[in-house]
Protein backbone atom coordinates (compact mmCIF):
# COMPACT_ATOMS: atom_id res chain seq x y z
CA UNK A 1 0.00 0.00 0.00
CA UNK A 2 2.51 2.12 0.68
CA UNK A 3 4.40 2.09 -2.78
CA UNK A 4 0.98 2.73 -4.47
CA UNK A 5 0.55 6.04 -2.34
CA UNK A 6 4.51 7.14 -3.22
CA UNK A 7 3.06 6.11 -6.60
CA UNK A 8 0.16 8.40 -6.84
CA UNK A 9 1.57 10.89 -5.18
CA UNK A 10 4.76 11.37 -7.56
CA UNK A 11 2.55 10.61 -10.49
CA UNK A 12 0.19 13.63 -9.41
CA UNK A 13 3.31 15.83 -8.55
CA UNK A 14 4.74 15.32 -12.24
CA UNK A 15 1.15 15.71 -13.49
CA UNK A 16 0.88 19.23 -11.72
CA UNK A 17 4.51 20.27 -12.18
CA UNK A 18 3.89 19.84 -15.96
CA UNK A 19 0.87 21.83 -16.11
CA UNK A 20 2.09 24.55 -14.42
CA UNK A 21 5.81 24.92 -15.91
CA UNK A 22 6.35 26.95 -19.14
CA UNK A 23 9.03 27.90 -21.28
CA UNK A 24 9.79 30.57 -23.72
CA UNK A 25 10.18 29.67 -27.34
CA UNK A 26 11.13 31.59 -30.18
CA UNK A 27 8.69 30.63 -32.65
CA UNK A 28 5.29 30.22 -31.53
CA UNK A 29 3.96 26.86 -32.36
CA UNK A 30 0.91 26.15 -34.43
CA UNK A 31 -1.79 23.57 -33.88
CA UNK A 32 -1.37 20.42 -35.66
CA UNK A 33 -2.89 19.71 -39.15
CA UNK A 34 -6.13 17.29 -39.29
CA UNK A 35 -7.03 17.86 -35.81
CA UNK A 36 -10.46 16.17 -34.91
CA UNK A 37 -13.80 17.56 -35.12
CA UNK A 38 -15.46 18.42 -31.42
CA UNK A 39 -17.98 15.36 -30.30
CA UNK A 40 -20.94 16.19 -28.83
CA UNK A 41 -21.38 17.34 -25.19
CA UNK A 42 -22.10 14.76 -22.84
CA UNK A 43 -24.39 17.32 -21.36
CA UNK A 44 -26.46 20.27 -21.03
CA UNK A 45 -23.89 22.99 -19.82
CA UNK A 46 -20.54 21.24 -20.19
CA UNK A 47 -17.88 23.47 -21.78
CA UNK A 48 -15.28 22.40 -24.64
CA UNK A 49 -11.57 22.86 -23.48
CA UNK A 50 -9.63 24.16 -26.65
CA UNK A 51 -6.53 21.94 -27.78
CA UNK A 52 -4.11 23.54 -25.95
CA UNK A 53 0.07 23.36 -25.52
CA UNK A 54 1.57 21.24 -22.41
CA UNK A 55 4.96 21.87 -21.63
CA UNK A 56 6.63 18.71 -21.44
CA UNK A 57 9.76 18.85 -19.15
CA UNK A 58 11.43 15.11 -20.44
CA UNK A 59 11.72 16.25 -23.78
CA UNK A 60 12.12 19.79 -23.06
CA UNK A 61 9.18 20.85 -25.70
CA UNK A 62 5.59 21.81 -25.77
CA UNK A 63 3.20 19.10 -26.63
CA UNK A 64 0.18 18.77 -28.26
CA UNK A 65 -3.44 18.16 -25.89
CA UNK A 66 -6.68 17.70 -27.87
CA UNK A 67 -9.61 19.65 -26.72
CA UNK A 68 -12.30 17.90 -24.10
CA UNK A 69 -15.39 18.67 -22.37
CA UNK A 70 -15.50 19.54 -19.08
CA UNK A 71 -18.49 19.59 -16.51
CA UNK A 72 -19.52 23.32 -15.36
CA UNK A 73 -18.08 24.73 -12.67
CA UNK A 74 -21.20 26.86 -10.79
CA UNK A 75 -19.54 30.53 -10.52
CA UNK A 76 -16.46 30.34 -12.44
CA UNK A 77 -15.38 31.32 -16.17
CA UNK A 78 -13.35 29.15 -18.52
CA UNK A 79 -10.55 31.28 -20.32
CA UNK A 80 -8.74 29.74 -23.07
CA UNK A 81 -5.07 29.81 -22.68
CA UNK A 82 -2.93 31.74 -25.03
CA UNK A 83 0.30 32.41 -26.70
CA UNK A 84 1.93 35.27 -24.72
CA UNK A 85 4.79 37.82 -26.36
CA UNK A 86 7.66 37.60 -24.41
CA UNK A 87 11.07 40.06 -25.26
CA UNK A 88 12.69 36.80 -25.63
CA UNK A 89 10.34 34.75 -27.10
CA UNK A 90 6.52 33.20 -27.13
CA UNK A 91 5.09 32.03 -23.62
CA UNK A 92 1.88 29.34 -23.54
CA UNK A 93 -0.36 30.44 -20.57
CA UNK A 94 -2.43 27.45 -19.96
CA UNK A 95 -6.43 28.01 -19.73
CA UNK A 96 -7.98 28.10 -16.09
CA UNK A 97 -11.13 28.65 -14.28
CA UNK A 98 -11.59 32.42 -13.05
CA UNK A 99 -14.17 33.27 -10.43
CA UNK A 100 -17.04 35.06 -12.36
Do not use: Q
Not at 24 to 53: L, S, T
Not at 76 to 81: D, I, Y
Not at 87 to 97: L, N, T
Request: with cysteine; aromatic share 18%; charged share 15%.
Amino acid sequence: MKKLTVGIFLFAGSVFSSCTVTEVVRARPEAPVGVAARPVPPGPHFVWIEDYWVWNPRIRAYTWHAGYWAAPRPGFLWVRGHWAARPEGWRWVPGHWRPV
